[in-house]
């Protein structure tokens, strides 16, 4: 017996141990190498006319014989002498396909052949399930044929063998059932059948199976017979030409792949050529998946190398905002692990991730600009999503984003961009103007804006507090909120004015209240925003009421901490605070109760809950007495 060189009895340890995370990936490296033989064998008959061949002869075929425990993957493609047995299977990680390969580079029939192989150990991911793996091969054009033997790590054996075809035929010698594993899953034809769909469903040579299929007679009994049948699709419907491809063969793959009842809201192709070289399908859905904003969740695009399933999601080739997108991608030009189960992070992949990513932007700005219906679809769906990719990683995805923003408008009752917005302002508006909450009514410093003729953009959802606070600015303008002193309206310097002066005026009577209210404000001032409300709760300093609220919600979380400093807003022209600066004069305990009051009313009309219901109750009693 020959003993395996160079350290590799080692290496094989290690290989069929440890380089492959699932058993089942063996099936792909077989039918991989098998799918090389073809193509060498191809090449050779592009070159020789003497070979007197056609590409269509050429098939791989997988057998099972459960009695024996064996299966079998033959293929007839260029066969291998004693010698390159001897080179190719005896020496670990030495590949004749990637020696083949390499011969390429200066044939002008190079673009007709890409071989798969590079690595030479795929051949070895056999020893996982087969306690013995022999290949009987006759090479194109030898009348001798050879046997290797193998039993693993212990060595091989080659010997002179009888076969009628040029080709190759391996024979795993299934392993027996363990506690934990189970081999006999390997020659069930289901089985089978869907590894190939999983992993070599592309392969470009048709993968043959004998099938039985069962018939029931109409006297009830039934008889069974078995077909030799193509097991694989050969060809992806994104290789195919255009022409060849409708929108409803697309949907139709969308839906059988990915089971969703409902058509995709909108399909990509994308064929690039340049440095990187690559073929992309992909489809923006129409609804989230019932899991899709949980942990469970798992993103990413299938990826192919060569038509040979590399990762079924690989979350890499699309930036986590974009992770609602489903589809393949396909390219020859990926630097691969050994295992060609991962990827190294290479250059390639990040110039495919780049263009995918301005891909998808395009599409769902078109869709936003041609399709307005489909994209308010799109957003009911998936905004939050790109609200989450403002926020996270320090807003580094914002500029890409924020045009695809939609919020309600308060003057026009639906949603828009950004953009609209912008467009919509006059030269003298000097900011983009948010209040949180969509009822207009409860926020009176939104009706003082609205009208001063300009629109407000109403955040309803607990990360628009992030979202605003992370973006600052869309185009030239600041996004400011209705809450702020400032607001730039065209009488604000006007108004900033008379408030100093009523600030002077009333200092007694607004100190008075401060001390009435305690700690539960750190400020009450009088207010010319406020339209037909006697007051108001808005906050100083970086914490608003909106994260306060949002911080207490979150579990286990020390939202407790995260106080927004209050201030109570006064309507210095609502009968309510002439009441209150009457009372300071001859009924300061009344005085006390109506400032506890308006702090209540403040606090019902912000959403703020009353820790005290039975005091702001006595209270009321009170007032009503």
Request: with cysteine.
């Amino acid at each position: 017996m020959k003993q395996f060189q160079t350290e590799s009895k080692r290496l094989l340890e290690l290989m069929i141990n440890s380089i492959y995370t699932r058993k089942e990936v063996f099936l792909r490296e077989l039918i991989s190498n098998a799918s090389d033989a073809l193509d060498k064998l191809a090449f050779r008959a592009l070159t020789d006319s003497s070979v007197g061949l056609d590409r269509s002869d050429l098939y791989i075929k997988l057998d099972i014989d459960k009695d024996a425990r064996t299966l079998t993957i033959s293929d007839n493609g260029i066969g291998m002498t004693a010698k390159e047995l001897e080179k190719n299977l005896g020496v670990i990680a030495k590949s004749g396909s990637l020696e083949f390969k390499e011969g390429l580079e200066q044939n002008e029939n190079s673009d007709a052949i890409d071989v798969i192989g590079q690595f030479g150990v795929g051949f070895y991911s056999a020893f996982m399930v087969a306690e013995r793996v022999e290949v009987l091969s006759k090479a194109f054009g030898s009348d001798k044929a050879n046997l290797w033997i193998s039993s693993g790590t212990d060595g091989y054996d080659i010997e002179s063998a009888e076969k009628a075809e040029y080709g190759t035929t391996i024979t795993l010698y299934i392993k027996p059932d363990a506690d934990e594993e189970t081999y006999s899953e390997y020659m069930e034809t289901y089985r089978l059948r869907e590894l190939i769909k999983k992993y070599s469903d592309y392969i470009r040579y048709p993968i043959k199976m004998d099938i039985t299929h069962t018939h029931a007679e109409e006297n009830g009994e039934s008889h069974e017979h078995t077909e030799t049948e193509t097991v694989n699709s050969m060809l992806p419907i994104w290789r195919r030409p255009k022409a060849d491809v409708t929108d409803e063969d697309r949907e139709q793959f969308y839906q059988d792949k990915y089971y969703d009842t409902a058509k995709p809201l909108s399909t990509l192709t994308v064929n690039a050529e340049g440095l990187v070289s690559f073929t992309a399908l992909l489809f923006i859905p129409r609804k989230a998946p019932y899991n899709y904003y949980t942990r469970d969740f798992q993103p990413g695009l299938e990826l192919y190398s060569d038509g040979v399933l590399i990762m079924d999601k690989c979350s890499d080739l699309l930036p986590e905002c974009f992770r609602f997108a489903r589809g393949v991608v396909d390219t020859r030009d990926l630097t691969l692990n050994i295992s060609r189960e991962t990827l190294q992070h290479d250059r390639q992949l990040r110039v495919i991730a780049r263009n995918l990513e301005k891909r998808v932007k395009d599409e769902l700005k078109r869709l936003m600009t041609e399709a307005p219906d489909d994209y308010a679809e799109f957003w009911n769906a998936f905004g939050l999503q790109l609200k989450y990719g403002i926020i996270s990683d320090f807003g580094s995805k914002k500029e890409l984003l924020s045009d695809l923003l939609m919020f309600r408008s308060a003057k026009l009752k639906k949603l828009i961009s950004l953009q609209e917005y912008a467009d919509a302002m006059t030269e003298e508006q000097q900011y983009i103007y948010y209040a949180f909450g969509d009822e207009t009514h409860a926020n009176p410093r939104t009706e003082t804006v609205l009208d001063s003729g300009y629109d407000v953009i109403c955040l309803g959802e607990d990360t628009d507090e992030f979202v605003v606070q992370t973006l600052t600015k869309f185009g030239e303008k600041e996004l400011r909120s209705v809450n702020n002193d400032d607001l730039g309206l065209p009488d604000s310097a006007e108004k900033k004015d008379e408030l100093e002066k009523l600030g002077t005026e009333y200092k007694d009577v607004l100190e008075f209240a401060q001390s009435a209210l305690g700690d539960a404000v750190a400020e009450v001032r009088v207010s010319l925003n406020l339209k037909s409300a006697p007051s108001y709760l808005t906050t100083r300093g970086y914490v608003t009421l909106e994260l306060e609220r949002y911080f207490k919600s979150l579990p286990n979380s020390e939202g407790e901490q995260m106080k927004a400093e209050r201030v109570l807003e006064l309507n210095a022209e609502h009968p309510a605070f002439a009441e209150l600066k009457e009372a300071y004069i001859s009924d300061k305990p009344k005085a006390e109760k109506i400032a506890k009051l308006m702090l209540y009313r403040a606090l019902l009309i912000a959403g703020v809950e009353i820790t005290d219901p039975g005091a702001f109750a006595e209270l009321l009693d009170s007032l009503m007495i």
